[in-house]
């Protein structure tokens, strides 16, 4: 039988810390428009970037401090962004490395710094003062790793993703935020994008957002637009088909292995597209696309645009409505998967149950993957528990986590535990409210877990108890 003591009122967090909020205008947004060539021979991304960054915070900005998340991949790299598990799946062909190289910045003074080469961090001629603009200009190169990754030249796929320099959104912090091994640590504000990508003719793109491709010379050339995304991605091969659909009017594309059928991926992204519309409230952009890419994993996702791992992990309906819910939770409600990676996924992988109990022809129902998820949790907990204390906070920086195993039962594992607690405690008509807003209310913002348990708490004072009891790590499953 299931058990869970949970310490309810137990005072870390406070009614009136949780930030309760009203649903709130548009921000302003940054811009970026980038004008790149990929150059197979040599693995390398040209590119050229003029971005426009406004201050929304209520102090100056006295410096600009950009992710450059390439450099994670580069030689002599102190946090690697592959774990030891993952390596040899990633690096099919032996190491490999790559790296960014930001050679001009015209609008500020510039140098590489943070933990470990993370961060351009740009001084503005004069501060930038609240609710001003800066524009900046950028010439960098990126080289790619031959790697099944998020960037890189795979087997079958080359995926561009966080290949350029992105604002931090939290700058206090920017420094520490390194691409660890474990989990996916980028966020940004959402901003406006256009890009320009020049490829040779013979691959086929996908990409986030609207585009259109013309061809001269034996190059193809993709321009993209993407409004209110938090980042901008492709992936590209000579080895896609297209199928499309429409869910609800919006266009839904998805880019295969030639050969493969389709029907299945397809017919998930749909139903779970419409279903999460239905749940938690209309999909936030214009279209949507899933992609195949060479990715060990089953998949990851990017604004408007999910990648499906290799191999059978990323064909099931759980992992495409997962990365489908994460349009909701992750890339138009943001939030900071680098300390609170449960949130996101949590809601991800209570939204890809609550899909599969709708949804039962898919052969997976609710209950059954709770109940994995308990087992798993509970086989982890009981093993670290004979090792020493285990360590079962939800709250942590991706590189406190000790690896792959701790990271899935903690963020993905126990944070669906808890959700499914919530349902329980709440009922499916408040939970499910508590939600909507707060889809509603952080839509194209950044949302601390405070706030989701604020939403949570306007409909049931009991969910702050059960919340933080799960968080601090004090619960019992
Ligand atoms: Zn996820």
Redesign the pocket.
């Known amino acids: 039988m299931r058990r869970l003591v949970c310490c309810l009122l137990c005072g870390a967090v406070t009614l009136g810390a949780l930030g309760l909020t009203a649903c709130r205008t548009e921000l302003p947004r940054d811009r970026y428009d980038i004008v790149a060539e990929y150059l197979p021979e040599e693995r390398l991304l040209r590119a050229e970037m003029n971005v426009e960054i406004c201050n929304r915070t209520d102090t100056a900005f006295f410096e600009l401090q950009f992710h450059l998340w390439p450099n994670a991949y580069r030689e002599g790299a102190a946090v690697r962004p592959v774990s030891e598990l993952y390596a040899p799946a990633v690096y099919y062909s032996g190491t490999s490395y790559g790296g960014i190289c930001v050679s001009e910045v015209v609008g500020g003074d510039f140098r590489v710094g943070g933990e470990d080469e993370n961060v351009l961090i740009v001084t503005p001629p004069a501060p930038v003062y609240p609710e001003e603009r800066i524009a900046l200009s950028m010439r960098f190169e990126v080289i790619l790793p031959l790697a099944d990754h998020r960037l890189g030249v795979g087997e079958r796929a080359v995926t561009l993703a966080d290949f350029y320099p992105v604002l931090c959104p939290f700058p206090e912090g920017a420094s520490d935020r390194v691409y660890a091994p474990v989990g ?1 640590p980028f966020t940004a504000d959402c901003a406006d994008y256009t890009v320009s990508l020049t490829l040779p003719a013979q691959f086929t793109a996908a990409y986030t957002g609207a585009g259109e491709r013309t061809e001269q010379n034996g190059k193809a050339c993709y321009r993209v637009t993407a409004r209110n995304v938090r980042s901008v991605a492709f992936v590209f091969s000579e080895h896609f088909s297209v199928a499309h659909a429409v869910a609800d009017g919006i266009p839904v594309d998805y880019y295969y292995w030639e050969g493969e059928s389709p029907a299945r991926v397809l017919d998930a992204a749909v139903q779970s597209l419409s279903y999460f519309s239905q749940t938690f409230g209309p999909y936030p952009y214009g279209r949507y696309t899933l992609v195949r890419t060479d990715l060990p994993y089953g ?3 990017y604004p408007m645009l999910t990648m499906l791992g290799d191999g059978t992990a990323g064909h099931t309906p759980f992992v495409v409505a ?2 489908t ?2 349009q909701w939770w ?1 890339a138009s409600v943001g939030s900071d998967p680098y300390t609170q990676a449960w949130q ?2 949590g809601l ?2 209570f939204s890809a149950a609550l899909f599969m109990e709708t949804h039962p022809a898919y052969g997976e129902g609710y209950r059954q993957i709770v109940s994995r998820a308990e087992g798993a949790y509970r086989a982890f907990f009981s093993v670290q528990s004979q090792i020493s204390q285990a360590n079962t906070a939800m709250s942590r920086p991706l590189t406190a986590y000790t690896g792959d195993y701790e990271y899935r039962r903690i963020a ?1 594992d126990k944070a669906l535990i808890l959700f499914d607690r919530l349902r329980e405690t709440m009922g499916d008509k408040k939970l499910f409210a508590a939600l909507r807003d707060y889809a509603a209310c952080h839509a194209g913002r950044l949302a601390s877990s405070a706030d989701l348990i604020a939403c949570l708490v306007k409909k049931s004072r009991s969910a702050e108890g059960i919340a933080v009891s799960f968080l601090d790590g004090r619960c019992v499953i």
């Open positions: 996916d998949g990851m996702e997962h990365e819910a994460h992750g996101d996924e991800a992988e993905y």
